[in-house]
């Protein structure tokens, strides 16, 4: 796809970047005119890729960091203004998924998954907002996994909470009128982490897990980071299987209380039977149904059309 220039003039940073997702997202971001910084823990990879994109014209500066380290973090950021000045996007990318069946994983594997889920992403957002001195986007790389799946019930766990960080901080800045967009991507591609996946996916699903190149994603990410996103904040937004672009519900109350002086057992029992199973709300499910339950048909976007 030939560049536009989205993000001509951006400072973008990306964490995970030394492969898979976060390598493409920072490709095509310098694709797009921005100058990016690549992160990741492991120094080989991150530093071939800003090799590569430095060799072929773009600029890219990689830093080997830790996201779940407070002043890892702190550094990180400050090694990107050093360089550039000024953060006009962060990419939340960094991430972990060792799938388990419930109740069998183990205290390390589940802090595992915090730790870099979502102490990585709270980390570097606190580092990077104060970066961006007003002024850009900070795209929170979630999963669809968030609405509850079959053995990734730690990595479930930390991709809900950044869902929760993403809305908590949009609202946030939303309501001081500022210039800072939190928005979330929830990506569906083949990577390491992915296949590391490919049996607890295929194990809920049936069949053979199939997913797109990671640069099938990039296009969302690269909207979100660019101008073109102003006004859109607290969402997210999943692109699965490279071709259904889906903006994900949030979770709120569902409809009107019942409403009593004071409640027992019996009455909350009587609630659930006259009122509430027929209100019961589907989990651990990515099929495109409303808040109503009623499955749309599917809408193919033809910008020609549209």
């Known amino acids: ?17 030394g492969r898979g997702l976060g390598e493409a997202y920072a490709r095509a ?21 800003a090799a590569s994109i430095n060799e072929a014209g773009g600029e890219a500066l990689a830093v080997v960091s830790d996201v779940t380290d407070w002043d890892s973090c702190e550094k990180l950021v400050a090694a990107a203004v050093e360089r550039f000045g000024k953060l006009d996007g962060l990419v939340n990318n960094a991430g972990y998924l060792n799938p388990a069946v419930a109740g069998t994983e183990t205290e390390a594997d589940i802090r595992r998954h915090i730790d870099i889920g979502v102490y990585g992403t709270y980390f570097m957002s606190v580092h990077g ?11 929170n790389v979630t ?21 929760s960080l993403t809305y908590a901080w949009a609202n946030e800045f939303g309501g001081q009128g500022g210039d800072i967009r939190v928005n979330a991507m929830a990506p569906h591609a083949s990577t390491p982490m992915m296949d590391a996946g490919t049996a607890a996916y295929t194990k809920y699903f049936g069949g053979q897990a199939v997913a797109p190149p990671p640069a099938t994603n990039a296009p969302v990410v690269l909207y979100l980071l660019s101008d073109l996103s102003k006004g859109v904040n607290g ?11 889906h903006l994900m519900t949030h979770p709120q ?12 057992v019996q009455d909350v029992e009587r609630a659930f039977d006259d009122m509430f199973r027929d209100r ?5 499910t990515l099929t495109n149904t409303d808040a109503r339950l009623v499955e749309p048909g599917v809408v193919v976007f033809d910008p020609a059309t549209a």
């Open 253 to 264: 109350v569902l409809d009107r209380p019942l409403t009593r002086d004071s409640w027992t």
């Open 29 to 49: 971001a310098v694709t797009e005119g921005a100058r990016v910084v690549v992160s990741d823990i492991n120094a080989e990879p991150v530093e071939a890729v």
């Open 235 to 245: 969402q997210v937004v999943r692109l699965a299987n490279g071709r259904e672009l």
């Open 143 to 163: 999963s669809g996994a968030q609405v509850g799946l079959r053995m990734m019930s730690a990595y479930a766990a930390a991709k809900g909470a950044v869902a």
């Open 129 to 139: 907002l104060a970066a961006m001195q007003g002024s850009g986007s900070i795209v």
């Open 280 to 284: 019961l709300q589907p989990y651990g």
């Open 1 to 17: 796809m030939p560049s536009t220039g989205v993000l001509q003039g951006k400072h973008v940073l990306i964490t995970g970047a």
